[in-house]
């Protein structure tokens, strides 16, 4: 295969052929079109020396060139302070570079060591983890989750009988999209066993199995799994069974006791949950509950080991298995098929074929190659992990920033240069994709703004609204009034508490102190008697992240829910 660096050197005809007589003479290296370039006969160390120099200067010269000037203007248009890159192909890491700083203002910068919070891209850790256990003999993928967790329930008694661990992995449960999320993000005092014990008072959203809806619940679920049938906490077993063979040392599981001043970390950067205002480090979201789902922080130099290991099947380098080809075959293999969506008119060339999510993986076509991903996001921090396992292929592009255009306008250039497509503006097109989303959310959130109906005022005086309230999946909240406010605060997440805001009738908006927390409105229902029945919430917008699920809440008077 030819060198994807630089142009042969060829006549305006085409490529000349190389001459292959006298091999035994002479040592021979493959050259920049696949050709067989004779090298001058040196005493065999020389000789030696010249060859590997030869191959080295292929293997980095394997990158795009202009790589570097592409990031640098991603950052500028995306605004990123910080993005780091990792390129593997072949089985070798080709590019491990960090670029810009990670704190914004500050000197430190980003480089090939720098931890960053990588999110939902633990997902294929939790898959693998339970791939050895499959393995081993010790659990199925078909396994019911209650043969190994009893204490699990949904909603449903007949789901809960029949959903298995592949369900779970593969997000078609029936629960909705990122439903339990609030139990975890953000951060709160719930426990992991909390988190799991609530699950059976979340609604279902559809039929079992008939719908993919993206949902964390299922992976601290299954993460749990793990424990009950290793004997060892998920992170145990992930530190001692995957990242210690590996030799991934500098990842960790917990971002607790972790120091930007001190350690290499980066930290989360926002402009508030609009995306719009001014942009800010923030601190970072905690994940010891839901660490199988999006827990472990890494860098460039452990993930191109995790993404060598990936497109190895599992096999490490120096031939110990960690997951037989078997199951790295049934991870990427589709497990239900996701709906082809027609892309911005700027980004009409990535649409798919086809679509669809395995056991901790993404699925899908480009350029006519199979396409093995996976995305993460955390407030203030987004990446990407994404193979091409007919090229060998792998690409890391982690952020700290929320802006998803930049690792894609990244990860989309680097795929044209192996892939030999034609070059294209991702990230223009990606500037401008986004642009018109975020138009268009906002012109849907002043929509439903502007249905108020103007002129109304609350049923009750402030004070008649106030209390003490419970839901049955999320726990308690309470209102107050506060001057010529009420005041609402939820009992478990320390940060969601703000002024509520009179919309129209019983309806009120909650300005959150945090900016980095949706508004949503509070709908207030009545009794016969006129005293509060209860509230349920609702996003003010399209803007709010989906593991908002405000939606799967129904508060009621305390003294009334605990009935």
Known sequence: MGSLSSPCRCSPTGCAETEAEGLSNAAWTAGSCGRLIRLPVYPDPMRILLFLALLWVQVLSGQPADLDSWVTRTQKQFEVPGIAVAIVKDGQTVVAKGYGVRVLGKPGEVDAHTLFGIASNSKAFTAAALAMLVDEGKLSWDDPVQKHLPQFQMASPYVTREVTIRDLLSHRTGMGLGAGDLLYWPDTTFTREQVIRAARHLPVDSSFRSRYAYNNLGYVVAGEVVAAVSGKRWEDFVRERILQPLRMTETRITSAG??????????????????????????????????????????????????????????????????????????????????????????????????????????RDYQGRKIVSHTGGLTGMVSLTLMVPEEKLGIVVLTNQEEGGAFQAIAYHILDHYLGSEPRDWIGAYAESTAERRRKDNEEEAKTLAARTAGTTPSLALTGYAGEYADAWYGPASLSTRGDSLYLRFGGTPDMHGPLEHFHHNTFIVRWADATIPDAFVDFSLATDGTVEGFRMKATSPLADFSFDYHNLHFRPAKSAAK
Do not use: C
């Open 258 to 363: 972790m120091d930007p001043e001190r350690d290499n970390v980066t930290v989360p950067h926002s402009r508030g949950w609009r995306l719009a205002g001014e942009l800010k480090p923030i601190r970072p979201t905690r994940d010891e509950v839901w660490a199988a789902a999006a827990g472990l922080k890494s860098n460039l130099t452990d993930l191109a080991r995790w993404v060598t290991l990936q497109l190895n099947q599992g096999k490490l380098p120096d031939g110990e298995v960690l997951f037989s080809e078997k199951q790295a075959r049934e991870m990427w293999t589709p497990q239900i098929a996701l709906r082809v969506a027609e892309p911005h008119a700027a980004l009409a060339t990535t649409k798919a074929n086809f679509a669809a999510y395995g056991l901790g993986w993404n699925l």
